[in-house]
């Protein structure tokens, strides 16, 4: 029997990989300094993060180092200005959400970020119903969640789209919910990998909607697919690789 595990674990500490760039968030602190950490860099992007809300999930900013565009990945933060100001500090202006799925620790601070922004949210529409659920989600775990904003953009499967020029594919990797995405940099060897995949761990398939265990061991397999090179951005916790979660990761031994 394929088993769940909690995607709502503490972050552990990021390690160092020689041959990338990472820089370790001094503080998650929502009182902390407005500026959000650089996590990771290649000659073509650059890739901020901060752990957020009380469910530590990794919110992302996305940017294109050629063009000044960005992208912010899961907008759990309710305090969206201090993603702007990074944006802004950087030269970069953000062009688009992309949303991997629509739990409320991914989208508590969805509205505000929208409505601040005025860019198109991207998500895939199987997910929709999950969106809405958010506020009822929040009051199972204390959290605030205003009803998120419709999707602007439905992504489908295999879809590529770009963030300047950052080439980004959309995959689609139900199990966690049904519309969960992963986005996919295959020129940059990098995955944000949403509740899919985490360091040691995988997403939970026992929430009331939207679960499927089959389909998480169909999504793992195809997580398994990619290069071992590949880095992986989780939703929660550190940064690992594809090679590493094959080898370590006792949930997808066997696949």
């Not at 160092?16 to 902390?32: D, H, P, V």
């Not at 409505?115 to 959290?143: E, R």
Request: charged share 15%; hydrophobic share 35%; glycine share 8%.
């Amino acid at each position: 029997m394929f088993k769940h595990v909690s995607s709502l674990l503490p972050p552990s500490s990021r390690s160092s990989l020689s041959s990338f760039i990472f820089r370790k968030s001094l503080s998650t602190s929502s009182a902390a300094s407005p500026s959000i950490p650089l996590i990771y860099s290649t000659p073509a992007l650059h890739l901020y993060s901060l752990p957020v809300t009380p469910l530590q999930m990794n919110q992302y900013l996305l940017c294109c180092l050629s063009t000044s565009s960005s992208a912010l990945i899961d907008c759990g933060d309710p305090s969206p200005s201090r993603w702007v100001e990074t944006a802004k500090n950087g030269n970069f202006n953000i062009t688009k959400i992309l949303q991997t799925h629509g739990h409320v620790d991914h989208v508590s601070g969805l509205k505000e970020t929208a409505s601040l922004l005025s860019v198109p949210v991207h998500a895939h529409s199987d997910d929709w119903l999950i969106f809405k659920s958010a506020p009822a989600q929040g009051m199972l775990f204390g959290l605030d969640c205003p009803t998120p904003p419709k999707i602007d953009v439905h992504l489908e499967d295999g879809e590529v789209f770009y963030v300047g020029e950052l080439k980004v594919k959309a995959l689609l990797t139900p199990g966690h919910s049904p519309g969960h995405l992963c986005f996919h940099l295959e020129d940059e060897n990098v995955l944000i990998s949403g509740d899919l995949v985490f360091k040691g761990s995988i997403g939970r398939t026992d929430f009331p909607v939207g679960c499927s265990q089959d389909d998480m061991r169909e999504s793992l397999k195809r997580f398994c697919a990619l290069p071992d090179e590949t880095m992986v951005f989780p939703g929660h916790m550190g940064h690992t690789s594809v090679g590493e979660e094959k080898m370590r990761n006792p949930f997808l031994q066997g696949l």
